[in-house]
């Protein structure tokens, strides 16, 4: 499986932005897909993830909920992020990565998943 983020830039604070993993070698229906991000000087931090479409959970870190919205297109084979309300703090490269572990936690996919290549996000305050 590879991945591969795009959709990132800068926008002032309170816009919106989406961004999206194109995802190859496996369908996403059938991978529990998630999002993280890494400010500078920072460590990675989880931000969503969902799960197996046959189980289809879905979990937002509390920095997120209420504004971002985790969703897997099949159609596209992407799992795609929308941002909403964006805050200066939520500056980070944002990664996408897969697991073919159904319902997998955020320790199972820093440990096993595939992580695609980042795109940066920059909220202008």
């Known amino acids: 499986v590879q991945l591969q983020a795009s959709g990132g830039g800068v926008v002032p604070a309170g816009d919106s932005l989406s961004l999206s993993c194109a995802v190859s070698g496996g369908a996403v229906n059938n991978l529990a897909l998630a999002w993280f991000r890494q400010a500078p000087g920072q460590e990675r931090q989880f931000v969503a993830r969902?799960?197996?479409?046959?189980?289809?959970?879905?979990y937002y870190a509390d920095s997120v909920k209420g504004r971002f919205t985790i969703y897997r297109d099949n159609d596209k084979n992407t799992v795609d992020l929308q941002m909403s309300s964006l805050k200066p703090e939520d500056t980070a490269v944002y990664y996408c990565?897969?697991?073919?572990?159904?319902?997998?936690?955020?320790?199972?996919?820093?440990?096993?998943?595939?992580w695609g290549r980042g795109t940066q996000v920059t909220v202008s305050s």
């Open positions: 990565v897969a697991t073919s572990l159904a319902d997998a936690t955020v320790s199972q996919f820093e440990r096993f998943g595939t």
């Open positions: 969902l799960g197996k479409s046959r189980t289809n959970t879905v």
